[in-house]
């Protein structure tokens, strides 16, 4: 069964930090991943892009450039994302999406599995 399970969310005083993880029940080692935030009344915003291997190369929104960092743990077919200086702004569910594809970066279409969400509140 494949499935993308987040975790980590929850509520956070601005300035601080949360890591959110994505756990894949494949291997997602060539696969193309992506975490996706949508606030309230806000359309879905790509947030960050980790490019399938080799390679790996990342791609972040300019709002949360410095602040965000994207990474996987291969051994664990697990995603994360380290979220610092955080900002009341960053409120939203999060969620991890995985593409077959390559260099798909926030093509929304482009993504074959998305995960439940995790929520973020930041005041």
């Known amino acids: 069964h494949v499935q993308l399970v987040e975790s980590g969310g929850g509520s956070m005083q601005a300035g601080g930090s949360l890591t959110l993880a994505c756990a894949a029940s494949?291997?997602?080692?060539?696969?193309?991943m992506a975490w996706f935030r949508q606030a309230p009344g806000n359309e879905s915003e790509g947030v960050a892009f980790l490019d399938s291997e080799p390679g790996g190369t990342t791609t972040y929104a300019d709002s949360v450039k410095g602040r965000f960092t994207i990474s996987k743990d291969h051994s664990k077919n697990t995603l994360y994302l380290q979220m610092d200086s955080l900002k009341p702004e960053d409120s939203g569910m999060y969620y991890c999406?995985?593409?077959?594809?390559?260099?798909?970066?926030?093509?929304?279409?482009?993504?074959?599995?998305w995960g439940q969400g995790t929520q973020v509140t930041v005041s």
């Open positions: 494949w291997n997602t080692y060539s696969w193309s």
């Open positions: 999406a995985a593409s077959s594809g390559w260099g798909v970066e926030f093509d929304e279409s482009a993504y074959n599995y």
